[in-house]
Nanobody
């Protein structure tokens, strides 16, 4: 699986942005997909995930401001980010847990997309 993240950019404090992550390649099925971010000098942190059935999880840091969604037909997930703050500035990565075949799980990371929130 190859993951292509897009939608990052420079925005102002309090505005919104939507990220996309499209999966492509050869796979049996994709289970959970998610978003993480890594600020300069910090570790990569979990933000949100969504299963193939649509169940979602969020970190406390973004709950209520960010919304993850998924289009299974397009093998794409989205992250709607509202009320952005300067501390949301980071490189945002998508992740996919998938099956290469029915008994071979694996996971993949996208290349990251930079989000910069100016005050």
């Amino acid at each position: 699986v190859q993951l292509q993240a897009s939608g990052g950019g420079l925005v102002q404090d309090g505005t919104s942005l939507r990220l996309s992550c499209a999966a492509s390649g050869s796979f049996f099925s994709i289970r959970t997909m998610g978003w993480y971010r890594q600020a300069p000098g910090k570790q990569r942190d979990f933000l949100a995930s969504i299963t193939a059935g649509g169940s979602t999880k969020y970190s406390d840091s973004v709950k209520g401001r960010f919304t993850i969604s998924r289009d299974n037909a397009k093998n794409t997930i989205y992250l709607q980010m509202d009320s952005l703050k300067p501390e949301d500035t980071a490189v945002y990565y998508c992740n996919a847990a998938y099956y290469i075949s029915w008994h071979s799980p694996s996971d993949a990371w996208g290349q990251g997309t930079l989000v910069t929130v100016s005050s």
